[in-house]
């Protein structure tokens, strides 16, 4: 279980897996025990129902004379990631918010204690790599995206029975090879 500290994450992901976020120039790892660049960093907790893709696929049906199928072809596939963040750390905010929407200064009323901003606005959200590491036992899987863009943000809301979260929507573009994403499983063998 990951350790938690004032609402920030300590250490590697364990066995409840990490999520971590950055630039789309960022070397991603091929493998599943390959060594995590430094500049993709965790962006916080994930809540209990962890991530969910979805695949989207549409077709069309080609019909000969007579009304038979004579073939399906595939005319669109896409791929979007939900999850929800459950963290404020500034990594956090950053990317549900936008990079340059977050800043932290020392708290001019205070200056013993730093002052968050975040500003509102509707600057499009920057394209980003995630990296999900989820570990059971001794085996291992590593979902990959290395060119996604949160495209949707649930409600927010600041109630005092719950967690401040941030549901997200990630769409998953094609990367310089025409890929969405990766999944990477490690099991022994022996």
Known sequence: MATVTNNTVIGAPSSTGGLR??????ALPTGTKAAIDPALKLVGLVSEDGLEESPERSTDDIRAWGGDIARTVQSEYGLKV?????????????????QDNVTTTVDPDDPGTS??????????????????????????????YPNA?????GSTQFVHSDLIKYELTLTCYKDSSGNNGYEYESVKTA
């Open 21 to 26: 976020v950055g630039e789309t120039s960022v």
């Open 82 to 98: 939900t999850f929800t963040l459950i963290s404020r750390t500034e990594v956090t905010l950053k990317e549900v918010f936008g």
């Open 149 to 153: 863009q949160i495209t949707e943000i």
């Open 115 to 144: 002052l968050r901003t975040i500003v509102k606005n509707e600057k499009q959200l920057p394209f980003r790599a995630w990296v999900a590491d989820i570990m059971d036992g001794d085996r291992r899987l590593r979902l990959v």
